[in-house]
Structure formats: C-alpha cells, structure tokens
C-alpha cells in the first residue's frame, strides 16, 4: 500500500527545536520530490518545502534559515528539522508527494499525504 | 509571488444542488492548478490537475475549467460526502505552489 505516515509532533517552547519524520511505503522517497505543507488551526494550507529528487531543497520565505528539510534513502524517510521554533509555526505539518506525471515535467499536484502531525510552540 | 484568491469562501447548499467555485490567479500560471478537498481531521485530497484532469479515482461529478488568470470547479450535482473545504493550488512557481484560502462547502 502506498503511504506517507508522519510523526515527531508535539509541545515545543519558542526558540526550540524539533524534528519531524515521515515514512514512506508503497514508493521510493528518493525517487520522488517531497515536500512538506503546514496548516494553522482552523486556518488554510501552507506550503513549507520541498525536496527534488537530485537533493536540490527550497523553502517557503517564513521558514528559510530555520528549518532543513531531508532524507533518509535506507530508511525511505523524509525530515523536516525545526529550529528557532515561534508561536506562529504551530500548526498541523503533513508530508506529501509533488507528483510528476509520466506525461509531463512539472509538478501536478500533491497526490499523497500523510496524516499530519501537531506542532505547538507555547512556553 | 503568486497569489490565489477563491470565491466564495462559505457557501451553503443543498445535496443535488450544482455547485461552482472560482480560483483566481494573480498572474497566468497557464494550466498549472490543483484543486483539492479536505474533510475535518484529515489531509487534503488531490481532485483535479491541470485545471481539469480528474485524478484517479475521483467521482464524475468533478469538473475543473479555466487557464490563465482564472478557474472554476464545478460540482454536478452534491453529495453528501462532497460537504468539505476545498482549496486550488498554483503549480506554475515551483518555488512556493501556493495554496488559495479555501472555500467551505456547508449544509443549507
């Protein structure tokens, strides 16, 4: 069965630091591109890195800096490391794949997700 | 950056009612658009790539149109299971795939 599951959630102070994993089954981590999209609360999608396939890494502007997103081939596990944690990073974070389909180049959508993982940065 | 807007962002119907939602670019992204749908507690769902391709597995009753600047989702005839948030993408930027605000659809 295809699936992303995440892990590594949960209550951080302001200026900590955390690091999230996601799992893959079903498909090759490193094959593909991955990414990572947050959602605040009650709020919209946000999307906050991603990962191609060669190891070229990008990142949403209110992240550069703080956050390293990466992987582990042996593993078939993609990260997200956060660090200089701030109350506006609470949010739920998932895992997806950016697919490419067999007749194109570009991304086309994310087409699998995780369950999501909670991170709440309070003191 | 590219910014998406939708509208409406709230909008009550009824099961069997035609339902269409409006994603607007802030500059043509071509055809590079995603719609999703995400129920509460869960992780958005890919319906539509390419402004209008179906993905697998999605019902019929899904349809996306536009390219450019401007796009619509249309839903035939609502179900009950179709009550959800849905959200369009922008793929053109492989920077930032910005998402749009999301418009819930709720029971009238």
């Known amino acids: 069965e295809v699936q992303l599951v995440a892990s590594g959630g949960g209550l951080v102070q302001p200026g900590g630091s955390r690091r999230l994993s996601c799992a893959a089954s079903?498909?090759?981590?490193?094959?593909?591109?991955m990414t990572w999209v947050r959602q605040t609360p009650g709020k919209g999608l946000e999307y906050v890195s991603i990962i191609y396939s060669a190891g070229s890494t990008y990142y949403a502007d209110s992240v550069r800096g703080r956050f390293t997103i990466s992987r582990d081939n042996s593993k078939n596990t993609l990260y997200l490391q956060m660090n200089t944690l701030r109350v506006e990073d609470t949010a739920v974070y998932y895992c997806a794949r950016a697919w490419v389909p067999v007749d194109s180049y570009k991304v086309e959508g994310f087409d699998i997700w995780g369950q999501g993982t909670l991170v709440t940065v309070s003191s | 950056d590219i910014q998406l807007t939708q509208s409406p962002s709230f909008l009550s119907a009824s099961v069997g009612d035609r339902v269409t939602i409006t994603c607007r670019a802030s500059?043509?992204?071509?055809?590079?658009l995603a719609w999703y749908q995400q129920k509460p507690g869960k992780a958005p769902k890919l319906l539509i790539y390419?402004?209008?391709t179906l993905q697998s597995g999605v019902p019929s009753r899904f349809s996306g149109s536009g390219s450019g600047t401007e796009f619509t989702l249309t839903i035939s005839s609502l179900q009950p299971e179709d009550f959800a948030t849905y959200y369009c993408?922008?793929?053109?930027?492989?920077?930032?795939?910005?998402f749009g605000p999301g418009t819930k659809v709720d029971v009238k």
């Open positions: 390419g402004a209008s």
């Open positions: 079903g498909f090759t981590v490193s094959s593909n591109y």
């Open positions: 993408q922008q793929l053109e930027n492989y920077l930032t795939f910005t």
């Open positions: 500059q043509g992204i071509n055809t590079y």
